[in-house]
């Protein structure tokens, strides 16, 4: 399977790293050691030690120097991938002894990888500023699920939400939701796909948070692609005839990062940026309410079908095999499907190398 690699993939929110721990993240099909050090900052190596094989992320973040120890004989390995500790006979070290190291920058509250073998670039991390501390708004928690898919069926998924109003009825959507004004918009490698609603029932999330009576609004809602699979959802409510600015806006976070062929990593967050605050409602409870509402939907109904997906594609012998029939609602999941096809065309034949240089990259003001 093909990869864009020249992109940043997220790795873990920011906050479930402390300094000194070390996690796993097989990106792309490539294991990767990703690391604080005990100064704070991140680092990430291939997860596999060239001389028995173990994977580093057991190891420990070592006091002082910072180094990531292997755990089965000591060998320590500084954040370029080369060995620099071996604690074995004379200490001579193979020039062989190194492993790739990956560049890893901790932005908008998520760690991120760079797996590409041309120069990192910091400006193509997608803006989540509305992540970052202190941003407005009421955040949920900040989640995610491994997903036994290929992370282009979730992304289809999340281009064509005409599904919310069957697969999350109740939650996100009815029958009713379904009648929509849709633009799609392409600007450079980004795509929008926008949706509108005139004086029409709330769905039940929505109506939780704002008024709580079920009265018609006008609802909006537009999806950010960049990718490889990163995605903003913008939706609100506001009174019919209202500005947007006077009603209530959710925004959502969709990151999903390729583990394999069939695997992926979800990582999802909303922030509630409203004044108005539904009757009896706090902070708390609405942080509370967005968390619940949203893993329900994505790990009890999103899981389900996105795997029962994979498990049809794998009986056919591979997306090759298991043509689909396309509907008008599938224009913006296929838009980005080329799009992304592009890029990894444009990235050129065979990304072949190695990675030596140090992951320490200063972000952009």
């Not at 120097?65 to 954040?79: A, I, M, V």
């Not at 799609?184 to 939780?208: K, Q, S």
């Not at 029939?325 to 980005?336: E, K, N, Q």
């Amino acid at each position: 399977m093909e990869y864009l690699r020249n992109a940043w993939y997220v790795a873990a929110w920011a906050e479930t790293l402390e300094p000194g721990q070390a996690i796993s993240r097989t990106i792309c099909d490539e294991p990767v050691a990703i690391y604080r050090r005990h100064d704070g900052a991140v680092a990430g190596l291939a997860d596999q030690c060239p001389h028995r094989f173990a994977p580093l992320s057991m190891g420990q973040v070592c006091e002082g120097s910072n180094n990531l120890e292997c755990p089965y004989h000591g060998l320590q390995f500084d954040e370029t991938g080369d060995c620099v500790v071996n604690p074995h006979g004379t200490g001579r070290i193979p020039a062989a002894l190194k492993v790739r190291s990956y560049p890893v920058v901790e932005s908008h509250t998520l760690l991120w990888v760079w797996m590409g073998y041309d120069e990192p670039d910091v400006s193509l991390i997608p803006d989540f500023s509305y992540l970052d501390p202190g941003a407005p708004g009421t955040a949920s928690k900040r989640d995610w699920i491994t997903l036994e898919a290929d992370y282009r069926l979730v992304v289809d998924n999340l281009m064509d939400l005409s599904h919310a109003s069957f697969l999350h009825r109740g939650i996100l959507g009815n029958p009713e939701t379904l009648d929509v004004e849709l633009e799609i918009v392409e600007d450079g490698n980004t795509l929008y796909v926008n949706r509108t609603r005139g004086d029409v029932a709330p769905t039940p999330m929505f109506d939780l948070m704002f008024k709580n009576d079920r009265a018609n609004v006008d609802s909006w809602s537009e999806m950010r692609w960049d990718a490889p699979a990163n995605l903003r959802h913008d939706a609100g409510i506001t009174e019919p005839g209202s500005p947007r600015s006077e009603g209530l806006l959710v925004r959502g976070t969709h990151l999903i990062t390729p583990s394999s062929k069939d695997t992926c990593y979800y990582h999802f967050c909303a922030v509630r940026i409203s004044d108005r605050v539904a009757p009896a409602d706090d902070d708390t409870s609405i942080a509370e309410r967005l968390s619940a509402m949203r893993r329900f939907a994505f790990d009890e109904q999103d899981r389900p079908m996105l795997e029962a997906q994979q498990r049809a594609v794998d009986r056919a012998g591979g997306p090759e095999f298991l043509q689909p029939v396309m509907l008008s609602v599938d224009t913006a999941p296929i838009r980005a499907r080329r799009m992304l096809e592009r890029q990894i065309a444009d990235q050129g034949p065979g990304q072949t190398g190695s990675v030596t240089s140090p992951v320490s990259i200063a972000l952009p003001n």
